[in-house]
Each structure stands twice: as C-alpha cells, then as structure tokens.
C-alpha cells in the first residue's frame, strides 16, 4: 500500500498559479497511475486529472484543460499539479489518489490510496 501526502495549497487570487505536490511512500511508485481529484463545498469529488506510471499518458477534465498540468517524477516518488489561470470555481480541497496499474481505473473513480487533501481557495 502507497501512502499519500500532498501539500502546496492556499489563498491566492484570479489569474493566479499554484503547484501541488504529492508525496508517495511505501510501495514501488512507478507501479501506480496517479490522479488530482478536487472537491468543492456542497459537491461531489470530481476527477481533475490522471497520469500514467510513464508520465506518457495524461487526461484532463474538459474544465482545466490547458490550464493545468499534471507531472510526476519517479525518482523522487512525487506527483505534481501545475495550476495555471486560477479561477474561483477551482477553490476546492485537492486530493491525490494512486491506483496499481493504468490510469482507467482512476478515471472510473476507483484508487487504492488517497491523500489528506490540501484546500485551493480562489479569490475573484
């Protein structure tokens, strides 16, 4: 089993950038696809973005596309979301999530480890 922390989070304003990380120990990080998953006051978690064990394979909800990216880098176990182009409809806790494997299964919103999650607010 992975364990996930993520950091990197806060109060910044429209326009604005932010780069999350996600810390990975335990078990061989490269065997897992990885995923940011964000959830809004009042809403249901929603997939933001998954990447593959290769760093090859990403997908991006219609929303940030274009404006985020998704990287990882084995070596140092960690995973990282670039968040360009703030808006306020991006505030949201962030979560990081791996699952063994492809990144399919994330998409389906199934993962074997979650982080803790670190709170994105977006001011107007």
């Known amino acids: 089993q992975v364990q996930l922390v993520e950091s990197g989070g806060g109060l910044v304003q429209a326009g604005d950038s932010l780069r999350l990380s996600c810390a990975a120990s335990?078990?061989?990080?490269?065997?897992?696809?990885m995923g940011w998953f964000r959830q809004a006051p009042g809403e249901e978690r929603e997939l933001v973005a998954t990447?593959?064990?290769?760093?090859?394979?990403?997908y991006y909800t219609d929303s940030v596309k274009g404006r985020f990216t998704i990287s990882r880098d084995n070596a140092e176990s960690t995973v990282y979301l670039q968040m360009d182009s703030l808006k306020p409809e991006d505030t949201a806790v962030y979560y990081c999530?791996?699952?063994?494997?492809?990144?399919?299964?994330?998409?389906?919103?199934?993962?074997?480890?979650w982080g803790q999650g670190t709170q994105v607010a977006v001011s107007s």
């Open positions: 999530a791996a699952a063994l494997g492809n990144p399919y299964r994330l998409r389906s919103g199934i993962s074997d480890a």
């Open positions: 335990g078990r061989a990080f490269s065997s897992y696809a």
């Open positions: 990447i593959g064990w290769s760093g090859d394979d990403t």
